[in-house]
């Protein structure tokens, strides 16, 4: 069974920058294409991007240009590089191993995920 442990997050100012982190587990990682969301309080979870086997990458738009998402196949890790944050930020963040497809699918079970907190 896949296992997905986010880390990462924490309380930053509006402008600071995080970097997040998942180690996936139970899965041939390298193949799979992967995704974070958020989801802020009161409110659906989110994509916010995705990063296929291969590399191609792709951004919500309210991320577009701040945030970058990578991986470490050696690692079995996948990352988000978040800068300029904003208050609207504040949100549970969590990654998937996805199906890239309109929508994206999300298709293991979800870990705790990694609380960011941006204060204004």
């Known amino acids: 069974q896949v296992q997905l442990v986010e880390s990462g997050g924490g309380l930053v100012q509006a402008g600071g920058s995080l970097r997040l982190s998942c180690v996936v587990s139970g899965s041939r990682f390298s193949t799979n294409a992967m995704a974070w969301y958020r989801q802020a309080p009161g409110k659906q979870r989110a994509l916010v991007a995705t990063?296929?086997?291969?590399?191609?990458?792709y951004y919500g738009d309210s991320v577009k240009g701040r945030f970058t998402i990578s991986r470490d196949n050696a690692k079995s890790t996948v990352y988000l590089q978040m800068n300029s944050l904003k208050p609207e930020g504040t949100a549970v963040y969590y990654c998937?191993?996805?199906?890239?497809?309109?929508?994206?699918?999300?298709?293991?079970?979800w870990g705790k995920g990694t609380l960011v907190t941006v204060s204004s």
């Open positions: 990063i296929t086997s291969g590399g191609n990458t």
């Open positions: 998937n191993t996805v199906v890239i497809a309109t929508p994206t699918i999300p298709v293991g079970s």
